[in-house]
């Protein structure tokens, strides 16, 4: 009995305190306010003031991907180190602003890249260039939701470039159809006769390559598809695909692989079956130090892959001028001093490059007027760019680097060319 | 201190207390920061998975690698039932009955091998669950994920969005915890332990290890697919990268360092699990592995059992001290074996229970 009535005591206590909470939680938040952006046009956005802007990066600096991911915090540090020791970057509303980055590592964990967005959502005017389809679709709505911009992030993923469906967001590397569709127009303009063979990795990588690579082919006559295989991205070996597909007696391969082992195993196996076909490898599969000359590349008539930047590692890179002072930023405001074996350094210098042309057409210090800028740039090109290449945001459905070259293995490095053979 | 536990004794404390949690689970979210919301929604999904856990390794002593395959299985058929446009209650049945049946399937199996064959089996489950989520992208979206907006907060309750998924969270969350709480403090609580301390003597005692183990693996699996539900209301997108085997190994260090077989222990780990990668990102992004393992080998070599076990540490220290400082002096052998006192009288409460039971 005695326990029933203090019991009830204690729901009054909870009741009551609940109530009055509720009360004085109305007016809690209320006063602070500023959620979302509606909060007066010409209100300056989170993260700008008239001497610095803020730009929130997240990326995978530790686990399995940190390398490429270190190369996307490193190469827009470096360019804006170097442009804020110059005095900074001027703006279209005649200010000139240092440029601040805060990189934070998602360890390629969606759940982790969401929450390094919230963290920085108040204090960054955009969110750019981080690496990872799954780490940058992680936090895609809440960014149109609260209407911060996710820009030249570093996916392949066209639904970056989808203005519809992606109102605040824009891609910057090429999407994969882009890269198999160059190659493909490549061999249709040949003028010879070709028998493809084609092996694809299972899962929209390889898909999207395939469906690009069509594409580039529909309609012409002297190219031929003789067989079309598919391996897991978790198969050990592709021997049996590799012998099936000689058998065919293809003279080119388009092989849509992201596992570097499995390209290297690729190329050595075609040798071991004597068969030398022509051969294409997707961007981030045909490094020359990595991939190509373990495997054994200079025995094939052709190792062919796309590019839009020249590579860091190639041999004559660091002898230019400009190869020159990018390593040294590189070394001096990224802290890191080697020659970067992923491109992703370069293109990341290419971002920069690219917001600082934003930059220059904003004439209010908005995240509304920063996306109508970033949208109209037409035609630039960046550091780096292989000849051939633009950046052109102005097109919807196109990250903001669509135009790819195909470039041929030439024993080193690659070279760009023109026409297939 | 004694002055303390003294009160905790009485049941009208007991219930004040229970009330001033829940008035301030109630308020808390209403007058927090957003991020702060976040944030704890966020260490309310992964406390949830770490209770899963607890259930099935630390209660019932089995190895398990493959919890977050579970939270994963949760989280995509929440994602794909939000996308059929379900109703939301048939979803969060679904997002517990996937992983429930799977778990109940696969423990079938794998409760037949004893030891660390277990964690053998369980291994594989995030290791299988990975490429299966990107080969069947009809259901999940493939490696490009799913994304499910359905927990933004209603008209009707003016609240924010981070302020309605932290209620849902503790909501769910607080009622799988109070559920978890009954069935570890009750009659299978006891044959989960019975279990874990020695198979031969359940078997004895006419508990069958194998149906228990059967059963947390089950209740393990089923909390797992709560804490995907919860994930999907918190971070409204997944992918394969949400079940990849790492996060496994995490969620099984959160469960050690927060402490196993602990209700309270599942919550600190869920704190760890989320607001430790947030601690080494502001300490240096570029160090977080690094830094993290540290901590992790500190927590491990100062608190063995988990930092539930702090205060039971610093009592200790406590009594030590004034044992030292008292008049009469230490007495020979307790201080020289001060870690072995408690598991010792832990087992003598085992026993007890074995004889109830």
């Known amino acids: 009995m005695n326990m029933r009535s203090r019991t009830r005591g204690v729901l009054g206590i909870v009741a009551l305190g609940s109530a009055v909470a509720l009360t004085l939680a109305g007016c809690a938040r209320g006063g602070g306010g500023g959620d979302g952006g509606d909060g007066g046009e010409a209100a300056a956005s989170p993260g700008i003031t008239d001497e610095t802007i803020t730009l929130g990066i997240t990326t995978p600096l530790s686990g399995a991907t940190a390398g490429p991911g270190t190369c996307t915090v490193a190469g827009i540090t470096a360019y804006f180190g170097a442009a804020n020791a110059d005095g900074g970057v001027e703006f279209g509303d005649g200010k000139t602003r240092t440029v601040e980055i805060t990189a934070l590592d998602d360890q390629y964990d969606p759940q982790k890249a969401k929450s390094n967005f919230d963290q920085l959502k108040d204090s960054v005017f955009a969110m750019t260039a981080g690496l990872g389809t799954p780490t940058n679709r992680a936090y895609r709505e809440a960014a149109i939701a609260d209407e911060v911009p996710q820009v030249l992030v570093m996916t392949g993923d066209p639904i970056f470039s989808d203005q519809q469906e992606s109102p605040w967001q824009l891609g910057f590397v090429p999407i994969y159809q882009n890269e198999g569709e160059a190659f493909g127009k490549l061999l249709a303009e040949s003028g010879q006769e070709h028998k493809v063979a084609i092996l694809s990795q299972n899962d929209d990588y390889g898909e999207g390559y395939v469906e690009g690579f069509l594409e580039g082919i529909d309609g012409a006559d002297n190219v031929e598809v003789v067989k079309q295989l598919t391996y897991e991205a978790t198969d050990t070996s592709v021997d049996a695909q590799l012998t099936e597909l000689a058998a065919t007696g293809a003279d080119v391969i388009f092989n849509a692989m992201s596992i570097t082992p499995l390209a290297i195993a690729s190329l050595q196996k075609a040798q071991q079956l004597n068969w030398f076909p022509s051969w294409f490898l997707p961007s981030n599969t045909s490094s020359p130090g990595a991939i190509v000359e373990p495997g054994g590349g200079a025995a094939f008539p052709g190792v062919y892959t796309v590019a839009f930047a020249q590579s860091a590692a190639a041999p004559n890179f660091g002898e230019s001028p400009e190869g020159k002072a990018f ?50 740039i037409d035609d630039y090109v960046a550091p780096f760019m292989l000849e051939g290449s633009t950046v052109n945001t102005t097109e919807d459905g196109l990250p903001a680097v669509s135009t790819v070259v195909v470039q041929k293995f030439n024993g080193k490095g690659y070279s760009s060319v023109e026409d297939f053979g | 201190m004694a002055a303390v536990t003294g009160l905790w004794e009485r049941t009208w404390v007991r219930w004040v207390v229970a009330a001033l949690v829940v008035v301030l689970l109630v308020v808390l979210p209403l007058i927090l920061p957003e991020l702060a919301n976040q944030r ?40 794909w039932a939000v996308r059929e446009e379900w109703n939301i209650v048939l979803v969060f049945l679904l997002s517990i009955l996937v992983p429930g049946i799977l778990g109940l399937v696969i423990a079938l199996a794998a409760a037949r091998l004893g030891g660390l064959a277990i964690a053998m089996v369980t291994i594989a489950l995030p290791i299988i669950g990975v490429p299966l989520a990107k080969r069947l992208s009809d259901v999940t979206g493939g490696s490009q994920g799913l994304s499910a907006r359905f927990s933004d907060a209603p008209e009707w309750s003016g609240l924010y969005d981070d302020q309605w998924q932290l209620y849902l969270v503790i909501l769910i969350g607080g009622i799988v915890f109070l559920l978890t709480r009954n069935l570890v403090h009750g009659k299978y609580g006891r044959a989960f332990a019975i279990v874990k301390a020695n198979e031969a003597v359940a078997s004895s005692m006419g508990i069958s290890p194998y149906r228990y183990k059967v059963l947390a693996f089950t209740v393990a699996a089923v909390i797992g697919g709560v804490s995907g539900f919860l994930y999907m209301v918190v971070v409204q997108y997944t992918s394969p990268e949400t079940m990849s085997f790492g996060h496994s190994i995490t969620l099984l260090a959160s469960m050690v360092i927060g402490g196993a077989a602990s209700i309270i222990g599942s919550l600190i780990g869920g704190a760890y699990y989320v607001l430790v990668p947030e601690i080494t990102n502001a300490i240096d992004p570029s160090l977080t592995a690094l830094l993290q393992g540290a901590l992790l080998l500190l927590v491990l070599f100062l608190l063995p059992g988990g930092i539930v076990s702090l205060p039971r540490v610093i009592r200790r220290a406590l009594h030590r001290s004034r044992r030292d400082a008292g008049p009469q002096g230490p007495t020979a052998s307790s201080p020289t074996r001060p870690a072995q006192g408690r598991p010792a009288a832990e087992g003598t409460t085992h026993t007890e229970r074995q004889g109830q039971a």
Do not use: K
């Open chain 1, 327 to 376: 390593l040294e930023e590189l070394a001096e405001y990224a802290d890191y001093p080697e020659v970067p074996a992923f491109p992703h350094c370069v293109w990341s210098y290419q971002v920069g490059a690219t917001l600082e042309q934003a930059f220059g057409q904003m004439t209010e210090p908005t995240r509304e007027n920063f996306m109508e800028a970033l949208r109209s």
């Open chain 2, 40 to 79: 704890l929604a966020r260490i309310g999904v992964f406390a949830v998975a770490v209770l899963g856990l607890n259930v099935v390794m630390g209660y019932t002593g089995q190895v398990s690698l493959g919890q977050i395959f579970f939270v994963g299985v949760g989280a995509y058929a929440t994602a």
